[in-house]
């Protein structure tokens, strides 16, 4: 599942053909996802305006001047994939129509937007703009990472005397928004702190020291592109690579990149996710 790296990039990677551009169509191609579509989607989108575009969690929003927002969410193997423009250096001209073609941004100046969705896990929603942040997929979602709300105070009062595993507390999108299996095993590793550590009995200053490297972790993946594992491309049909310099996660078995640590990567699993950690020097 995408995580907020992946996510951001492909907002990123949408921003120059997107945002304040008209969609001259929109075609839908089914009459759902993981959900139905909203009533009358492809006539509410045509003709509309692209005002911005932003993340929130691992969604993408689209603000129209229709005062409604587009949501977007990428599920499993959902990609968002741009032709007839040029990105970077490359210019991608359209494809012949796939299989898994299920809804199509045909955009004012020449570029295509095929949202492809191998195994309709992802989803999207219309709704008006002023009531997005009450949306039930986004009411209950904690602070973004990189926002002020996410600071040391803050994550240390959440997380005081909870009995739950710190790797179960991080991955609580009430607590903190985007944050997905594989940035925080990441994270723990950097910290020091074992995924099966009860939360509320790490230290205040371990815990406020998580906040600099959820930060640090999550810039150097948006760097990279995110995280290809197997479905994940960027918007211009490339792979991320912050895989290839993972420190655990998907390594068991492997020498931990720690100096001077002779430990060998080990997994287990948490409310049925894999976590990956050195037991060398995560305590």
């Not at 229709?66 to 193997?77: F, K």
């Not at 949202?115 to 709704?127: E, P, S, T, V």
Request: with cysteine.
């Amino acid at each position: 599942m995408p995580e907020l790296p992946e996510v951001e990039t492909v907002r990123a990677g949408l921003s120059p053909v997107m945002e304040g551009q008209l969609i001259q169509r929109a075609e839908v191609n089914r009459p759902d996802l993981r959900w139905p579509f909203p009533d009358r989607m492809a006539d509410r989108l045509t003709g509309a305006t692209v005002r911005g575009l932003r993340r929130r969690s691992k969604y993408i929003l689209a603000d129209l001047d229709s005062d409604e927002t587009l949501l977007i969410h990428l599920g499993m193997s959902g990609r968002m994939l741009i032709s007839g423009h040029t990105v970077g250096k490359f210019h991608h001209p359209h494809p012949a129509p796939a299989k898994h073609d299920h809804v199509v941004f045909h955009m004012g100046q020449g570029a295509r937007i095929t949202f492809n969705d191998a195994r309709r896990f992802g989803a999207m929603d219309l709704m008006p703009t002023a009531e997005a942040d009450a949306h039930w997929l986004m009411r209950d979602l904690g602070p973004e990472p990189f926002s002020n709300q996410f600071n040391e105070t803050y994550l240390v009062g959440r997380l005081k005397r909870r009995n739950t595993p710190i790797k179960s507390a991080l991955l609580d999108q009430r607590i903190v928004a985007g944050l997905g299996n594989i940035y925080v095993c990441e994270v723990l590793h950097r910290a020091g702190i074992h995924p099966a550590r009860k939360a509320g009995r790490i230290s205040a200053s371990r815990i406020a020291g998580l906040v600099p490297l959820v930060r640090q972790v999550l810039q150097e993946a948006i760097a990279a592109g995110g995280s290809s594992l197997r479905d994940y491309r960027q918007a211009d049909g490339e792979l991320g690579y912050f895989q290839h310099g993972f420190a655990v996660y998907d390594r068991e078995g492997a020498p931990c990149t720690r100096d001077g640590c002779p430990g060998v990567i080990d997994r287990i699993v948490q409310s049925g996710r894999s976590s990956f950690f050195c037991p060398g020097c995560q305590r």
